[in-house]
């Protein structure tokens, strides 16, 4: 690597430029879900625009990865926050001139959603391009703890913004933080490693064949396809219940944009915590357990969550923070096991197919989510994911394939070998 000893410097001055954009598009995005909340009082409204966000992600995650290997890392990184610039100036006029409309913030959050695409794999490279291997765990941690203040701060300093700002000027927030994530992200240098060789083709093509190699990998293992299963399950009932927060916290709990922020930092301060024990205890040593317990967490949650009384902020704050907590509890083991009982040469093969199908499916559950919701309520949408998770506990529990999951890697020691040809 090259400036070994030098690394601190432009490393520090890309991570505050990644953190002041993240800032500034936090304070955004609480002001603009607030405002629909606000203005339309809709389920389906607000299920609609976290469809408009999840679903590039879903369609061109996988291939973002490989075509962003052969592009300049650092350009696609200054194009993604220059987009993200424009659309704040774009939102900021709309707002200003008092022309917005619920399809405008649709587009607007697709196009933001399909920069941000191609942002995440070239920060994440450029990271390990930047940093020292012996150093790439704490600047994980770091990163993890910056996620995580985001969640606490944002919502509540965006309600504070909300009651002293008009909404165009908080959109103006992001317009000049991007711009600052911009220069400093001129003024640095990053390290690249294309791949020169290969057509944007030929990487749509590997990572096809990667998706058909990983998904041929876990049909031939029973127990790996369940825990697809299991997971697209509840991709499908828990992502849109809380993306409907903003209509539980004004229809159910008849909060303001203070209360939303407080369910919001409630979750982020909940899910710190939970990764904090588990850092700390560990877990069981029969990791399947941790993750169950987690699950089990899961349910008490969102049961607590729908089942508050109506106008009872303090019972559905705890509701959040127990989800938050358990949160980590039941995907760092899960993964664990995953990492441990996958072959390391199918790993990256497998990762991909089942995210692609767990998270593909949550659009389906957005779709059905709004007008449900608003027909029936907000509140059953998270006792129907609360009785979704307690099921898949039950099946886990009962069936020995998946409960003893983690025991399963020395049968399949060669498992690679043949998905890969």
């Known amino acids: 690597m090259e400036n070994h000893q030098h690394w601190k410097l432009p490393f520090f001055t890309f991570w505050i430029a990644q953190a002041v954009s993240l800032f500034g598009s936090g304070l955004a995005s609480f002001a603009l879900v607030w405002w629909m909340t606000e ?26 990865g490989a075509l962003v290997d052969r592009l300049n890392r650092k350009w696609v990184m200054i194009i993604s926050d220059a987009a993200s610039a424009l659309l704040a100036l774009l939102l900021v006029v709309l707002f200003w001139t008092k ?40 600047v994980a941690g770091m990163n993890q703890a910056l996620q995580g203040l985001n969640m606490i701060a944002t919502p509540p300093l965006g309600a504070l913004a909300l009651s002293l700002l008009p909404i165009h000027a908080i959109l103006g927030i992001e317009v000049v933080t991007a711009i600052a994530a911009i220069y400093l992200l001129f003024v640095i240098h990053i390290p690249q490693t294309l791949i020169r060789s290969a057509a944007a083709a030929s990487a749509a093509a590997t990572v ?9 990998f876990i049909r031939r293992w029973p127990a790996l396809l369940s825990v697809m299963g299991i997971a697209s399950l509840i991709n499908l009932v828990l992502l849109p219940a809380f993306s409907l927060v903003p ?38 040593k ?15 949650g969102s049961f607590v969550i729908g089942f508050s009384p109506e106008g009872s902020i303090g019972i559905a704050l705890a509701g959040m923070a ?86 399963q890697q020395h049968h399949l020691a060669g498992a690679g070998k043949p998905a890969a040809e």
């Open 286 to 300: 029969r990791r399947i357990l941790t993750s169950l317990l987690g699950l089990a967490g899961l349910s008490v």
């Open 247 to 284: 209509i539980l916290v004004t229809q159910h709990l008849h909060g303001n944009a203070e209360q939303l922020a407080w369910m919001n930092a409630a979750y982020g301060l909940g899910f710190i915590g939970g990764g904090v024990l588990l850092g700390v205890w560990g877990g069981f």
């Open 208 to 216: 096809w064949q990667d998706l058909r190699e990983g998904f041929s």
């Open 39 to 64: 203005s339309t009082g809709s389920a389906t409204v607000l299920a609609t625009a976290s469809l408009a966000a999840l679903l590039p992600g879903v369609l061109i995650g996988p291939l973002a």
């Open 322 to 407: 127990l989800v938050g907590v358990m949160n980590p509890l039941t995907n760092g083991p899960f993964f664990a096991i995953l990492q441990a009982v996958v072959p390391p040469e199918m790993q990256g093969r497998v990762f991909t197919a089942l995210m692609s199908v767990s998270m593909g499916i949550s659009p389906i559950g957005l779709a059905m989510a709004g007008p449900l919701a608003d027909r029936f309520g907000v509140p059953l949408w998270y006792v129907l994911g609360a009785i979704i998770c307690i099921l898949m506990v039950a099946w886990i529990g009962l069936n020995p394939a998946l409960l003893h999951l983690e025991d």
């Open 99 to 138: 022309g917005i409309q619920l399809w405008h913030i649709y587009a607007i959050n697709i196009v933001r959603a399909v920069a941000g695409v191609f942002q995440f794999p070239a920060v994440q490279s450029s990271t390990s391009q930047m940093v020292p291997k012996e150093q790439l765990a704490r």
